[in-house]
């Protein structure tokens, strides 16, 4: 038998499967309560308004001809015009020519990882961080560096390498971060901006739960502030990464990349060599219907998420014992729990779905270099009220017995 091991290219050792993936798979019971996925709630997507969005272009034969075919790399025009004025609406001025539509908000992690990283080079990221971001980025081979944070005394300086190298980007996603729930203020986006500005590095900013904001005062966009320093998105150092997939829905798989116009024309390039383009009918219909479902969607799902988060922090501060913390997130779809540093959450998994049929997402899987054991990632996305109050309830009840133990 062929040895496929010995003919991968050096990079495929950091392409694994994650320890949480396997074990979750493992136990696929229909009793387990499951906390682990952050997926939008199938039951609440817009299915009658995409089909008739579809049978609308189809059912015209110039059109349609135009949605079956080949189209060009950096997405449909009336695709990018309507998220160009839509960013200009919003407080980002913008012309069709700073964005580039992707497969998702993912692919357009991997094309910034392909054109920015070399092997070695560093990235910043926060500790915890989002794991689909570390690993799109792991294929180019980066070093990690964590990204400072409101509580970081590092200077600018104490990022550079011996011969005045420095970080390629940093990643930070300020809304409802995945997998902590938190949202940065705006001093910290302005400090994270006079970082960047002082390294003279781009950041890049994911932004995919903009829309699933359910209390609290909105912020203003890291790119927005970015584009105001600089007079301008061309000379802003912000690449904004969005997607479609939690304000309207995720199995069309198209999301954007905007920022200045030089750097979006060499992503055109990244991107046109891995598939050619996005899928030109998902972004006619997307350009049909998104001026009014965006609104509609997110007027139609926030209460009920809203009343999830409600659930889920009720019940925690219901049944958790004392030295369990968790974060109060202002919208988005996670809550981040810290235990008392003894206990090993990966290590309690197992016994979450064994003994309280409960799924949740051990927090050493968002660290780039593994870490902070004792914490876990909850989702109330896709469980209703009395079932998440039961579900927190048994998993508390575990944690009770172990801390006991």
Same mark, same amino acid.
């Given at each position: 038998?062929?040895?496929?091991?010995?003919?991968?290219?050096?990079?495929?050792?950091?392409?694994?499967?994650?320890?949480?993936?396997?074990?979750?798979?493992? $136990?696929?019971?229909?009793?387990?309560?499951?906390?682990?996925?952050?997926?939008?709630?199938?039951?609440?997507?817009?299915?009658?308004?995409?089909?008739?969005?579809?049978?609308?272009?189809?059912?015209?034969?110039?059109?349609?001809?135009?949605?079956?075919?080949?189209?060009?790399?950096?997405?449909?025009?009336?695709?990018?015009?309507?998220?160009?004025?839509?960013?200009?609406?919003?407080?980002?001025?913008?012309?069709?020519?700073?964005?580039?539509?992707?497969?998702?908000?993912?692919?357009?992690?991997?094309?910034?990882?392909?054109?920015?990283?070399?092997? +070695?080079?560093?990235?910043?990221?926060?500790?915890?961080?989002?794991?689909?971001?570390?690993?799109?980025?792991?294929?180019?081979?980066?070093?990690?560096?964590?990204?400072?944070?409101? @509580?970081?005394?590092?200077?600018?300086?104490?990022?550079?390498?011996?011969? +005045?190298?420095?970080?390629?980007?940093?990643?930070?996603?300020?809304?409802?971060?995945?997998?902590?729930?938190?949202?940065?203020?705006?001093? @910290?986006?302005?400090?994270?901006?006079? $970082?960047?500005?002082?390294?003279?590095?781009?950041?890049?900013?994911?932004?995919?739960?903009?829309?699933?904001?359910?209390?609290?005062?909105?912020?203003?966009?890291?790119?927005?502030?970015?584009? @105001?320093?600089?007079?301008?998105?061309?000379?802003?150092?912000?690449?904004?990464?969005?997607?479609?997939?939690?304000?309207?829905?995720?199995?069309?798989?198209?999301?954007?990349?905007?920022?200045?116009?030089?750097?979006?024309?060499?992503?055109?390039?990244?991107?046109?060599?891995?598939?050619?383009?996005?899928?030109?009918?998902?972004?006619?219909?997307?350009?049909?219907?998104?001026?009014?479902?965006?609104?509609?969607?997110?007027?139609?799902?926030?209460?009920?998420?809203? #009343?999830?988060?409600?659930?889920?922090?009720?019940?925690?501060?219901?049944?958790?014992?004392?030295?369990?913390?968790?974060? @109060?997130?202002?919208?988005?779809?996670?809550?981040?729990?810290?235990?008392?540093?003894?206990?090993?959450?990966?290590?309690?998994?197992?016994?979450?779905?064994?003994?309280?049929?409960? #799924?949740?997402?051990?927090?050493?899987? $968002?660290?780039?270099?593994?870490?902070?054991?004792?914490?876990?990632?909850?989702?109330?996305?896709?469980?209703?009220?009395?079932?998440?109050?039961?579900?927190?309830?048994?998993?508390?009840?575990?944690?009770?017995?172990?801390?006991?133990?």
């Amino acid at each position: 038998m062929t040895n496929w091991q010995s003919h991968y290219a050096r990079r495929a050792a950091r392409m694994e499967s994650a320890e949480v993936r396997d074990l979750l798979a493992a $136990f696929t019971r229909r009793d387990v309560t499951s906390f682990a996925g952050g997926i939008p709630d199938p039951t609440l997507f817009p299915t009658a308004e995409m089909a008739a969005a579809y049978a609308a272009v189809l059912g015209d034969p110039k059109r349609a001809s135009v949605a079956l075919q080949y189209s060009i790399p950096e997405g449909h025009p009336s695709l990018r015009a309507w998220l160009a004025a839509d960013m200009t609406r919003r407080g980002t001025p913008c012309a069709p020519e700073n964005v580039l539509i992707t497969n998702g908000s993912q692919q357009a992690l991997d094309t910034i990882g392909k054109l920015f990283i070399s092997e +070695g080079e560093t990235v910043l990221v926060g500790a915890p961080t989002f794991l689909g971001a570390v690993q799109a980025f792991n294929a180019y081979e980066p070093r990690y560096d964590e990204l400072p944070g409101p @509580e970081s005394n590092r200077t600018p300086d104490s990022f550079r390498g011996p011969n +005045g190298g420095k970080p390629k980007f940093g990643y930070v996603m300020p809304e409802f971060e995945n997998p902590t729930g938190r949202t940065l203020t705006l001093a @910290e986006r302005n400090r994270l901006l006079d $970082f960047a500005d002082a390294l003279d590095i781009p950041l890049v900013e994911d932004s995919p739960y903009e829309t699933l904001r359910y209390s609290g005062e909105a912020v203003p966009l890291l790119i927005t502030l970015a584009a @105001e320093r600089a007079g301008g998105i061309d000379a802003c150092r912000v690449l904004h990464c969005g997607t479609f997939s939690k304000s309207i829905v995720p199995g069309l798989r198209v999301g954007w990349i905007i920022g200045p116009r030089e750097a979006i024309h060499k992503l055109i390039l990244a991107k046109q060599a891995a598939d050619i383009q996005t899928s030109t009918i998902n972004q006619m219909v997307l350009a049909d219907v998104a001026e009014t479902l965006v609104a509609s969607q997110a007027e139609k799902v926030r209460p009920v998420y809203r #009343a999830r988060r409600d659930a889920m922090l009720a019940a925690l501060a219901a049944h958790m014992p004392a030295g369990v913390t968790w974060t @109060e997130p202002e919208g988005g779809f996670f809550i981040w729990v810290t235990l008392p540093e003894h206990i090993d959450t990966t290590a309690l998994l197992a016994r979450s779905m064994a003994e309280a049929s409960v #799924a949740y997402v051990p927090g050493s899987a $968002f660290f780039a270099g593994g870490g902070s054991r004792h914490k876990l990632r909850l989702s109330f996305s896709v469980t209703d009220e009395a079932t998440i109050a039961d579900g927190i309830g048994r998993l508390a009840g575990l944690v009770r017995s172990a801390l006991a133990e």
